[in-house]
């Protein structure tokens, strides 16, 4: 672990409440970065300019990140696709659940929403769940 790691943690930290903060300050919304991505798509009147911004601001953050401090040494002992799929079965529960771990995680819990903090719950839930069965019942990781 890096000993910088703490630092990078906290400063992402408080962009992404920045960020929660001043979308709910400006456009009156509550930061859900999957109803964000989503909303690309189902256009509802006069949306689209801050979402598309929104998207560009995440994106290029990253590269910014990574002209910066570089990338960490990371390997994969998975495929590329398990990761694509996992991506893909996340995406698909947050718009089954209405809501993320940025909607529900930070602004609701953050709002003291008791649909949220439910939603929290089940999100860690399933993770333990789904480790676990792939750890210990599968053998897979």
Do not use: K, N
């Amino acid at each position: 672990m890096m000993q910088l790691d703490w630092w990078l943690g906290l400063a992402g930290g408080l962009l992404i409440g920045t960020a929660a903060s001043l979308l709910w300050l400006l456009y009156g919304r509550i930061l859900g970065v999957s109803g964000v991505v989503a909303g690309l798509w189902q256009q509802t009147g006069g949306e689209l300019a801050w979402r598309v911004w929104f998207v560009a601001g995440v994106l290029l953050s990253g590269l910014i990140y990574r002209l910066s401090f570089g990338l960490p040494e990371i390997s994969l002992p998975y495929p590329w696709w398990w990761l694509a799929l996992a991506g893909f079965l996340v995406g698909v529960g947050t718009r089954m659940g209405s809501g993320c771990t940025s909607g529900h995680g930070v602004c609701g819990l953050g709002r003291l929403s008791v649909r949220s903090v439910w939603a929290v719950l089940v999100f860690i839930g399933s993770g333990v769940l789904t480790v676990a069965l792939l750890r210990h019942v599968l053998g897979v990781m």
